[in-house]
Nanobody, 121 residues
């Protein structure tokens, strides 16, 4: 089992940047495929980017070229560098751990409580 705590959200103007972090505690961090998801009010949760313990990355088309996912296995942390932010990037961002290399929420076993990102119009 792993516990996840996100941080780093906030409000930023369009075109700005934010860096999200996720701290993991518990067992076997390297056993998990880690990912970031986001959810806007009234919308389904969507996968943003995922990374294996070896560093293989999957990125959603909607954020490709703007967001970068990173992982430090020694520190048990996951990060998401978000650049060129747009209003449509607003939402609650969640860190998740699972065993399948997908960006489907149903494939993830553990979730953090989320951190809010707001990019005003």
């Amino acid at each position: 089992e792993v516990q996840l705590v996100e941080s780093g959200g906030g409000s930023v103007q369009a075109g700005g940047s934010l860096r999200l972090s996720c701290a993991a505690s518990g067992s076997a961090f390297t056993s998990y495929y880690m990912a970031w998801f986001r959810q806007a009010p009234g919308q389904e949760r969507e996968g943003v980017a995922g990374i294996s313990s070896e560093g293989t990355i999957t990125v959603s088309h909607s954020v490709k070229g703007r967001f970068t996912i990173g992982r430090d296995n020694a520190k048990r942390t996951l990060s998401l560098q978000m650049n060129s932010l747009k209003p449509e990037d607003s939402g609650m961002y969640y860190c998740a751990a699972g065993f399948r290399r997908t960006l489907m929420p149903r494939d993830y076993n553990y979730w953090g409580r989320g951190t809010q990102v707001t990019v005003p119009q």
